[in-house]
């Protein structure tokens, strides 16, 4: 079974480096027009999906309809609130450089240190905390053992579409690498928008085919 696993399209805070996290933002017209790119690609390429899930923020759910007009006629994009982008609590909405030049605040550590994020973001604020990346590692490695790991039996040779977000992405790679150290959290780097990471499950192993691939 293979796992087709996107990132949504670009959004105007995806290019002002504003946190989202659980925020729901839109696409805007360029990230529209990517996820009609890579439903196009998957087209020529005979690619349909025999189930299809998303989070359930906009960003995410309209770029999964985009991709499965082109894909599939009647499959549902199921939605599921465990692969909901990572929340940043206070920090969402603030601009990346803003957050790493404010003294002490462990936002510095996120995409260098993640283990170090992990550890003091949560309790930074008292109210609107910061969800910790244990927690999201654990809730999207639920998702897959109580949703995606039981369809291999039924479907060996089958296609799975997940389209969500670049922090849960990586979570779900931690999960098929069966990687549990949080220093190597982003590995090869953020996945692009509409960008996929692409993974196979035989018999309860997992391989990472291909990463940050674009289908153009």
């Not at 599921?80 to 929340?87: F, G, N, Q, T």
């Not at 995606?148 to 039996?153: A, L, V």
């Not at 040779?157 to 959290?185: R, T, Y």
Request: charged residues 30%; aromatic residues 12%; glycine residues 6%.
């Amino acid at each position: 079974m293979k796992i087709y696993i996107f990132r949504h399209g670009s959004t105007e805070w995806n290019k002002e480096w504003r946190l989202q996290g659980e925020s729901d933002i839109a696409l805007d017209d360029d990230g529209i027009n990517q996820a009609h790119e890579a439903g196009k690609a998957l087209k020529r390429l005979n690619i349909s999906f025999d189930r299809i899930f998303s989070s359930p923020l906009n960003r995410a759910y309209t770029t999964a309809k985009i991709l499965s007009s082109y894909t599939n006629d009647n499959t549902e994009v199921k939605t599921d609130l465990r692969i909901k982008e990572l929340a940043f609590g206070d920090f969402e909405g603030r601009v990346y450089d803003d957050l790493v030049s404010i003294e002490n605040c462990p936002f510095k550590y996120f995409k260098t240190e993640p283990e170090l994020y992990n550890k003091f973001a949560p309790d930074y604020y008292e109210e609107k905390q910061p969800e910790s990346l244990t927690h999201l590692c654990e809730r999207t490695k639920n998702f897959f053992e109580d949703v995606i790991e039981p369809m291999e039996k039924d479907l060996p040779d089958g296609n799975i579409l997940l389209v969500a977000h670049g922090a849960v992405n990586k979570s779900i790679l931690m999960h098929a690498l069966g990687e549990k150290d949080l220093k190597k959290f982003w590995g090869p780097g953020l996945q692009q928008n509409c960008h996929a990471a692409i993974i196979s499950l035989t018999n309860g192993k997992y391989d990472v085919i291909e990463y940050n691939k674009e289908f153009i």
